[in-house]
């Protein structure tokens, strides 16, 4: 395995919690005395320049978005950092929580300085009580040293961080679902336009940040950008990614690796190949909404760009890996089943949509599938893709739509044979 | 005003407008669910696709939720946008039952119409639907989640329109339902409108329930007896019964809604005890017989005792037409005594308003688009609901409501609201106009200026008050108010929440600079020795009910034309039954002065039930239908009159002899209705003081209107009862702390009229030392009518024994 | 554990919701602090929040409602939530929940007869490299084998036998 450059996991230690004094130590919140010493604009123009991708899912350019921020309109304007981590196979955010938690935190305090956004909300997902404990510690580490709360370091800038638990339900990574679920409404999507940046929480501007993406933002204050894009090969992805691996490879860990990395490294270095000796058959690369990538895929670089090209999407960079003994049918229909489930129910495509495909799935793999059900397959996809509400269904087409297009031969196995192929 | 091109046809539409309605204005009509006219968009159901080739936005899309720009070129027929159209009809239906056959929505199921237009005919999703348990919501609606095709539209008419807040949205994903948190009566005045605002059958029309099927009704457009509002209704009938109304849409009134008063009060149509049968002295006579006999005794009576020994009385549901050919039988005998309210305030202030409202008549659509809103001594859930309504969209776009009112007044928004005494109301008014603060208390002089600064800077600002807590004075004064609260950018409205459907146009008929009052005086003295009442009831609906009672019994002739058992009707020397508005065509005049025409939309009699066991009402053999007599009062008095008995023809003699109804000749029901302005005969005596609440004695009694149970009609319909409970009185916190008295409590309320058991109900919400009483009728409070001076009062806990 | 809430913490919920100028978001909180000492949000439960926050019942209702992890019926001491996505699920999950029902003697949404556990499936956990993995209470376990499963179940029974025999 190549030793590559630790930006985000530098103080990991199994088990173990950075402390506020470990992460000073290694160059925590300078980046924060770095950036008070500029102006909010600087400071978003650096993380434009610095070329940072949002780490949610979609890979939105951070500083594009910070500029289309009315830092500069009078009133409430607030920083949401987005903790919901819902989608299966995706689990990066909550390791970099566990591990060394202060960088969140530094890179939101800079974040609200750079958006003169001085309220912000953590929202965390129900399951993640360790890491919300980690944060409240954290939280109360950063206002006693004085990195956060009143007057910033002497800055006379102020910024406070509340912590949001949620109680279950995927959508509300979904920003605009999360902004109604923090004010306590029913939390479906919102129409946008209006962005949150112009209408958010409480019908003020509100950005909305993922926790990976704003724990990057320290290190880019003090290192410079520079070297932030040293650290990756492809230009249109700079810096480094967690990558969460899960399903069948031997190892199912989180590794900080550069963006771009081959799909191959990603598989036989850090997965350690696939249990049993098994060959690699697909793999969902970034969450369950990213159509999957097969073992043809195995060269391309794991970055926002390459995986667009061949038809997929980076997404949160889950690797979840499938042996040559995995029916794609199953598992599509569980990936399917979950998004049905977690659908909110605004919007007919999705929540009715979903539906009829979990049964359609249903009904192949359990043997009793038709052609018709196969054409019917295809329509629903057709019709559910870009139509819906938000991206919610859209991302549950990526598997149907990859299997549709990748492994229509073993649905036809599973109409021909009247069963399951793989037993 | 953009221009756009829809399926090759160029349109141009007002700003603000979306391309589902820029569509709708070609008459391409494109399926959609969650759009509505009156609810907005909110691109939920994903029906409403078109596909837009050129222009500011590219692509399929959703129309509902694109605003028309110059140069779009959309196509609704696009294939893509077909097959997604389609497909969402398809998933809608996963989980809907199919109960076609025994659903209560068939007939007018906007799904299956839907379902058509969207082109989803063969059902190809074959698992486990969805299913629900139904919650009981109490008399006026039925509930069967089971329908849902989750569109939304219930939650948002009821909570975001209507303002309603015991309804909500539950669940999640496929398995979301909608209701109250737990069962119960559905708690908005508005609540009926679930009815026509879900697509499907999920919220039926309990009381309608499998009576008819709707393609079996008879449906003809009417206006509401219920109030001053004139809101549009569709009323639907079927074997002489009518069983159901249903809003119809005017844009200027009632928008696309009613309330529960208006939807459920039609049944006084059918009361069992509708006097349906000609009497002349206590015999069983003709019509003719008994119009003839009327006819000449009233002659008889001028020719011995001259013209002044006559009085002609209508009312408020007396229809323009009716009350025009009154007004001419008045004028042909020469009497002088010609009125249209037997409640001298509501008759005074109501030729007030429409002799200074001109311009500034506001109609409900214009209200919403106020900015400031005044309401003062009107409480309009009960005076006016759909008022209330209005005030609430103008909430929801930004606007500020001010209530000064004794009170405990429920809107559907957000309000200030001033709870203070109905003395105290001539004084604000006063302080309105003159904008002098002397006479004001101190807590009362900081909330005073801050409305008038609000009133000086609002751009559309409205006043609004009631005839009966405001009197001739008040109403008065509020007019005055506006005239000096308008300045050069705008004018003040003023909304005035009269008696009835067509007190407006009773004003502008009345002849008389007289009273009631001052005619019962006649009456007692023996100067007045015959009555001809027109759908009104001089026995119980002056704010003195005693006195004129007493009076009333020196008649020598009593004539009464009626289709409701009121004592006016029971005690004629000759009684002639009219129809109700469900069962002819007329007109009446709305409180902003529109004159809206209704139709015909059954024929009387006594109703067939195909459903009971054979005992239909023909039990005697007979050429006639039973019960089928009344015919409308209009024909009727043009008889007596003898002119001509079609309404074209009447219609015409009225524009005829009377410039300002001239567009009663090509009035249809469809229409919004012209607006008719012009001065009328006022009141002689000066208004004096307002009329209730010279501080009295002992405890002042306040008789106020309620939403059920204080308007004649709505009380007469069975399906209303459940609303009208049992008589209560209301009282500040702190005044019934003082009286020993406790929320729920029993009490003996005793005034100059007698005793009364009543429940206690207390509010903080409300003016302190006094005792508010809802006038409902039936009951021992029915004696004590809104709209005139305090009675005296005292209360007593009852000890249960 | 019958109380809904301690008077308290009422008192503390009630002032804080007195301080925010939006309540509302304070509607998760409160059913959860409920759910954490009622085990569960009973109708009383949903009322109760109302009051506490000046709004209405329906209002809590419909996020009660929404959300999965509020119990809205009631639940055993501990709900076993197992998660069924697809890391978990490829890698034995539908073995694990097996065996869980079986040991537990019940299916999914059911409980224990002494009122122990509950069990229920969840969505991916965010233990995906600990797959297959479940979460009791608020703790996240993984990766499961059967034995595992079976000496977690056995520490949580002798948890709950120590703190209810504390109590009562
Ligand atoms: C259904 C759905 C679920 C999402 N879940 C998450 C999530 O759990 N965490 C997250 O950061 N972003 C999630 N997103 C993306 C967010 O909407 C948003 O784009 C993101 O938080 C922006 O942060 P970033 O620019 O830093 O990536 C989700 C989006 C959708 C449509
Ligand atoms: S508001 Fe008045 S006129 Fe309108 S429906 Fe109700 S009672 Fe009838
Ligand atoms: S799939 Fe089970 S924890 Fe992620």
């Given amino acids: 395995?190549?030793?590559?450059?630790?930006?985000?996991?530098?103080?990991?230690?199994?088990?173990?919690?950075?402390?506020?004094?470990?992460?000073?130590?290694?160059?925590?919140?300078?980046?924060?005395?770095?950036?008070?010493?500029?102006?909010?604009?600087?400071?978003?123009?650096?993380?434009?320049?610095?070329?940072?991708?949002?780490?949610?899912?979609?890979?939105?350019?951070?500083?594009?978005?910070?500029?289309?921020?009315?830092?500069?309109?009078?009133?409430?304007?607030?920083?949401?950092?987005?903790?919901?981590?819902?989608?299966?196979?995706?689990?990066?955010?909550?390791?970099?929580?566990?591990?060394?938690?202060?960088?969140?935190?530094?890179?939101?305090?800079?974040?609200?300085?750079?958006?003169?956004?001085?309220?912000?909300?953590?929202?965390?997902?129900?399951?993640?009580?360790?890491?919300?404990?980690?944060?409240?510690?954290?939280?109360?580490?950063?206002?006693?040293?004085?990195?956060?709360?009143?007057?910033?370091?002497?800055?006379?800038?102020?910024?406070?961080?509340?912590?949001?638990?949620?109680?279950?339900?995927?959508?509300?990574?979904?920003?605009?679902?999360?902004?109604?679920?923090?004010?306590?409404?029913?939390?479906?999507?919102?129409?946008?336009?209006?962005?949150?940046?112009?209408?958010?929480?409480?019908?003020?501007?509100?950005?909305?940040?993922?926790?990976?993406?704003?724990?990057?933002?320290?290190?880019?204050?003090?290192?410079?950008?520079?070297?932030?894009?040293?650290?990756?090969?492809?230009?249109?992805?700079?810096?480094?990614?967690?990558?969460?691996?899960?399903?069948?490879?031997?190892?199912?860990?989180?590794?900080?690796?550069?963006?771009?990395?081959?799909?191959?490294?990603?598989?036989?270095?850090?997965?350690?190949?696939?249990?049993?000796?098994?060959?690699?058959?697909?793999?969902?690369?970034?969450?369950?909404?990213?159509?999957?990538?097969t073992a043809e895929h195995l060269d391309v670089a794991m970055d926002f760009n390459a995986l667009e090209e061949i038809g997929s999407r980076l997404g949160t960079a889950g690797v979840t890996a499938f042996d040559e003994d995995t029916c794609m049918v199953a598992v599509t229909r569980n990936i399917n089943r979950f998004f049905a489930r977690e659908s909110c129910g605004w919007c007919t495509p999705c929540r009715d949509g979903l539906q009829t495909i979990s049964w359609l799935l249903d009904k192949i793999e359990n043997g009793q599938g038709t052609e018709d059900d196969l054409t019917m397959l295809h329509d629903q996809v057709r019709n559910i893709n870009g139509r819906s509400f938000c991206a919610l269904a859209e991302g549950a087409m990526g598997p149907v739509e990859a299997l549709l297009r990748l492994f229509e031969d073993e649905i036809k196995e599973h109409i021909r044979k009247g069963k399951c192929p793989f037993g | 005003m953009p221009k756009l091109i829809i399926d090759n046809r160029e349109v141009t539409v007002p700003e603000g407008t979306n391309v589902l309605e820029a569509a709708q204005a070609l008459d391409i009509v494109i399926p959609h669910f969650c759009y509505h006219e009156a609810l907005g968009a909110v691109g939920s159901c994903r029906l409403c696709a078109m596909n837009f080739l050129e222009g500011p936005v590219e692509g399929l899309q959703m129309a509902c939720m694109i605003k028309a720009e110059d140069g779009m070129v959309v196509s609704t027929v696009d294939e893509e946008a077909v097959e997604l159209r389609s497909h969402v009809i398809e998933w809608a239906m996963t989980n809907h039952p199919h109960d076609c056959p025994v659903c209560d929505e068939g007939g007018e199921c906007q799904l299956q119409d839907m379902t058509v237009a969207g082109g989803h005919s063969r059902r190809r999703f074959h698992g486990p639907k969805q299913t629900y348990i139904n919650q009981e919501l109490g008399p006026f609606i039925q509930q069967e989640k089971n329908r849902c095709i989750t569109c939304y539209r219930c939650i948002r008419t009821y909570r975001d329109y209507c303002g309603g807040t015991d309804f909500g949205t539950f669940g999640s994903r496929n398995r979301i339902c909608f209701g109250r948190f737990q069962d119960g009566r559905l708690e908005s005045p508005f609540s009926g409108n679930l009815v026509d605002a879900c697509p499907t059958g999920v919220f039926t029309n309990k009381v309608f329930r499998f009576k008819s099927r709707v393609w079996d009704l008879q449906e003809a457009p009417s206006i509401c007896p219920h109030c001053s509002l004139g809101c549009s209704t569709i009323p639907g009938g079927r074997y002489r019964e009518l069983q159901r109304v249903k809003p119809g849409i005017n844009r200027e009134t009632n928008g696309f809604f009613i309330c529960d008063r208006g939807r459920f009060g039609y049944d006084h149509v059918n009361h069992p005890e509708r006097p349906r049968q000609a009497r002349l002295d206590g015999q069983q006579a003709t019509v003719d017989a008994a119009l003839t006999a009327a006819a000449q005794r009233v002659r008889q009576m001028v020719e011995q005792h001259g013209p002044d020994s006559v009085a002609f009385v209508g009312s408020a549901r007396t229809s323009l037409e009716a009350g025009a050919l009154l007004a001419e039988w008045a004028k042909r005998t020469g009497s002088p005594h010609l009125l249209f309210e037997t409640h001298r305030e509501r008759d005074r202030a109501a030729r007030i308003l429409v002799d200074r409202l001109g311009d500034r008549a506001c109609s409900l659509a214009e209200l919403q688009q106020s900015d400031l809103l005044l309401l003062i001594g009107t409480d309009l859930i009960a005076e006016g609901p759909m008022a209330a309504l209005a005030?609430?969209?103008?909430?929801?776009?930004?606007?500020?409501?001010?209530?000064?009112?004794?009170?405990?007044?429920?809107?559907?928004?957000?309000?200030?609201?001033?709870?203070?005494?109905?003395?105290?109301?001539?004084?604000?008014?006063?302080?309105?106009?003159?904008?002098?603060?002397?006479?004001?208390?101190?807590?009362?002089?900081?909330?005073?200026?801050?409305?008038?600064?609000?009133?000086?800077?609002?751009?559309?600002?409205?006043?609004?008050?009631?005839?009966?807590?405001?009197?001739?004075?008040?109403?008065?004064?509020?007019?005055?108010?506006?005239?000096?609260?308008?300045?050069?950018?705008?004018?003040?409205?003023?909304?005035?929440?009269?008696?009835?459907?067509?007190?407006?146009?009773?004003?502008?008929?009345?002849?008389?600079?007289?009273?009631?009052?001052?005619?019962?005086?006649?009456?007692?003295?023996g100067a007045i020795k015959a009555l001809v009442c027109l759908e009104s009831d001089p026995y119980r609906e002056c704010f003195d009910p005693a006195r004129a009672q007493a009076a009333l019994g020196r008649l020598e002739l009593l004539v009464s034309f009626d289709c409701t058992p009121n004592l006016a009707a029971q005690r004629a020397d000759i009684f002639l039954p009219s129809r109700p508005v469900a069962e002819m065509a007329g007109s009446f005049i709305n409180n902003e002065g529109r004159l809206q025409a209704f139709e015909q939309v059954i024929e009387p009699g006594i109703s067939i039930r195909e459903t009971s066991s054979g005992d239909h009402p023909p039990r005697e053999f007979s050429l006639e239908t039973p019960g089928a007599l009344p015919r409308p009062a209009w024909q009727m008095l043009a008889q007596v009159l003898d002119l001509p008995g079609d309404l074209p023809a009447i219609r015409q003699q009225i524009a005829t002899a009377d410039e300002r109804f001239d567009a009663l000749t090509s009035l249809t029901a469809d229409e919004t209705g012209p607006r008719i302005t012009d001065p009328v005969v006022l009141p002689d005596t000066a208004p004096d003081e307002l009329p209730q609440c010279v501080p009295g004695e002992t405890l002042p009694l306040l008789p106020v209107q309620g939403f059920a149970g204080s308007d004649w009609l709505a009380h007469l319909s069975a399906p209303l009862q459940p609303l009208e409970g049992e008589p209560t009185i209301w009282l500040h916190c702190d005044l019934a702390v003082r009286l020993g008295l406790a929320e729920q409590d029993q009490a003996r309320l005793t005034t100059p009229l007698g005793h009364c058991h009543v429940t206690v109900r207390t509010s903080a919400r409300m003016a302190d030392n006094l005792v508010l009483v809802p006038h409902l009728w039936g009951t021992a409070l029915e004696g004590l009518v809104p709209g005139g001076r305090h009675i005296d009062c005292r209360l007593e806990k009852e000890v249960n024994l | 554990m019958s109380e809904l809430l301690p008077q308290q913490q009422i008192d503390k919920l009630k002032a804080h919701a007195a301080e925010i100028e939006h309540p509302h978001e304070m509607i998760v909180d409160v059913l959860r602090e409920i759910q954490a000492h009622h085990g569960w949000v009973p109708d009383a439960g949903v009322v109760l929040t109302a009051e506490i926050l000046g709004i209405t019942p329906v209002e809590v209702e419909e996020i009660a409602t929404f959300y999965d992890k509020i119990f809205r019926q009631p639940v055993g001491k501990r709900v076993v939530h197992i998660c069924d996505s697809i890391c978990c699920w490829s890698t034995g999950g539908e073995e694990i929940a097996d065996h869980l029902q079986q040991t537990l003697g019940i299916g999914f949404g059911e409980t224990t007869a002494d009122g122990l556990f509950t069990l229920l499936p969840t969505c991916c956990l965010g233990a995906c490299g600990d797959a297959p993995a479940m979460m009791i209470g608020l703790t996240t376990y993984g990766p499961l084998t059967a034995t595992k499963v079976d000496e977690i179940l056995a520490k949580e029974r002798a948890e709950l036998a120590k703190t209810t025999s504390g109590k009562d």
Avoid at chain 1, 20 to 37: C, D, M, S, V
Avoid at chain 1, 80 to 86: A, L, Q, R, T
Wanted: aromatic residues 8%.
């Fill in chain 1, 1 to 293: 395995m190549t030793d590559y450059t630790q930006v985000l996991f530098k103080n990991r230690r199994p088990g173990e919690t950075a402390s506020l004094e470990t992460y000073e130590k290694t160059g925590g919140y300078e980046g924060l005395r770095i950036a008070l010493q500029k102006t909010p604009g600087e400071i978003c123009a650096q993380v434009k320049y610095s070329g940072l991708r949002g780490r949610g899912g979609a890979g939105f350019p951070t500083g594009v978005k910070w500029s289309f921020f009315p830092a500069d309109q009078p009133g409430e304007k607030y920083l949401v950092c987005n903790g919901d981590e819902m989608e299966p196979g995706t689990y990066k955010d909550r390791q970099l929580l566990l591990a060394d938690p202060h960088q969140l935190i530094e890179g939101m305090v800079i974040a609200a300085y750079a958006l003169q956004a001085p309220v912000g909300y953590i929202f965390l997902r129900y399951a993640y009580e360790d890491c919300s404990q980690v944060i409240e510690r954290a939280i109360a580490e950063a206002e006693a040293a004085g990195y956060l709360g009143k007057d910033i370091l002497g800055s006379g800038f102020s910024c406070e961080l509340h912590l949001h638990r949620s109680a279950g339900r995927y959508i509300l990574g979904e920003e605009t679902a999360l902004i109604n679920g923090l004010e306590g409404r029913r939390p479906n999507p919102r129409s946008k336009p209006p962005f949150p940046a112009q209408r958010g929480l409480f019908g003020r501007p509100t950005n909305v940040n993922n926790i990976e993406t704003l724990a990057n933002v320290p290190h880019i204050m003090r290192n410079g950008n520079a070297w932030y894009q040293q650290l990756s090969a492809p230009e249109s992805s700079p810096g480094t990614k967690l990558f969460g691996l899960s399903g069948h490879f031997n190892r199912t860990e989180c590794f900080e690796l550069p963006l771009g990395v081959t799909l191959r490294e990603v598989v036989q270095e850090y997965g350690g190949g696939l249990r049993n000796g098994k060959r690699f058959k697909a793999c969902l690369p970034g969450g369950a909404s990213s159509p999957y990538m």
């Fill in chain 2, 391 to 525: 005030v609430r969209q103008a909430v929801r776009a930004g606007a500020q409501v001010v209530v000064i009112d004794p009170r405990p007044i429920d809107l559907p928004c957000s309000c200030t609201h001033l709870p203070v005494g109905p003395e105290r109301l001539p004084v604000f008014l006063d302080t309105l106009v003159t904008r002098k603060t002397e006479a004001l208390t101190d807590a009362e002089r900081n909330p005073l200026q801050a409305l008038l600064e609000q009133l000086d800077a609002a751009k559309t600002p409205a006043l609004l008050g009631g005839a009966d807590l405001l009197g001739s004075r008040g109403i008065s004064r509020l007019l005055d108010a506006a005239v000096a609260l308008d300045n050069n950018e705008r004018p003040v409205r003023v909304v005035g929440l009269l008696g009835g459907a067509n007190s407006y146009g009773g004003a502008l008929l009345t002849r008389s600079p007289r009273d009631f009052d001052t005619l019962v005086d006649d009456i007692q003295e």
